[in-house]
Structure formats: structure tokens, C-alpha cells
């Protein structure tokens, strides 16, 4: 069956780094665009961004442009998010998703940006 489970996350301080990753299997990894969401504590989802099958091409939210990198390992069928000058407004739990053909998601791995 098809598993995404991400790793990475935890308790940072307003402008530190963090790095998430999403250990996929179940599928063919390398046939597939794959996407980071987020969800804030009472807030809906938010797509940040978003990596083609090849890793290529990338698409970042405004909220998060030029401060997170993703990226893939095809060869390891893992996803990456690389997060740098982190914000209180970052805080959020981080999901990787598979979104094209049949709907896969993470278990989510809280991030929290305080001091």
C-alpha cells in the first residue's frame, strides 16, 4: 500500500532552519509530482509547494518563496523541505501529499517557529 511518512520537524527559533523529509514507497516514486502542505492550528490547508516528477520544476507559495527549497531523491523515493529563516507564522503541521491520480498524505509532522 502506498506510505508517505515524513520526518524533520520539531521546535525552532524564529530565523533558524529546519529540514522535513517524506520516505515514500507503494508506488512508483518517480512517476509522480508531489506537494508540501501545511495547516495552521484553526486555519484551512495551504499549498506551499509543489516538485515535478524529474525534480525540474518547483512551485512555491508567495508565503514561502525563496526561503524553502524543496526537492526529491528520486533514487531513494524521498521528498525534501528544506525551510530557512523560519517564522512565527510558519508554525503549522507539515504534510507531504501525493495529489495527481489517487489522493495519498502524510501523517504530518508539527513545526513550531517560537522563541
Known amino acids: 500500500q502506498v506510505q508517505l511518512v515524513e520526518s524533520g520537524g520539531g521546535l525552532v527559533q524564529p530565523g533558524g532552519s529546519l529540514r522535513l523529509s517524506c520516505a515514500a514507497s507503494g508506488f512508483t516514486f518517480s512517476d509522480y509530482p508531489l506537494s508540501w502542505v501545511r495547516q495552521a492550528l484553526g486555519k484551512g490547508l495551504e499549498s506551499i509547494s509543489e516538485?515535478?516528477?524529474?525534480?525540474?520544476?518547483?512551485w512555491y507559495a508567495d508565503s514561502v518563496k525563496g526561503r524553502f527549497t524543496i526537492s526529491r531523491d528520486n533514487a531513494k523515493n524521498t521528498l525534501y523541505l528544506n525551510m530557512n529563516s523560519l517564522k512565527p507564522d510558519d508554525t503549522a503541521v507539515y504534510y507531504c501529499?501525493?495529489?495527481?491520480?489517487?489522493?495519498?498524505w502524510g501523517q504530518g509532522n508539527q513545526v513550531t517557529v517560537s522563541s
Open positions: 516538485i515535478n516528477s524529474g525534480g525540474g520544476a518547483t
Open positions: 501529499a501525493k495529489l495527481v491520480g489517487d489522493d495519498y
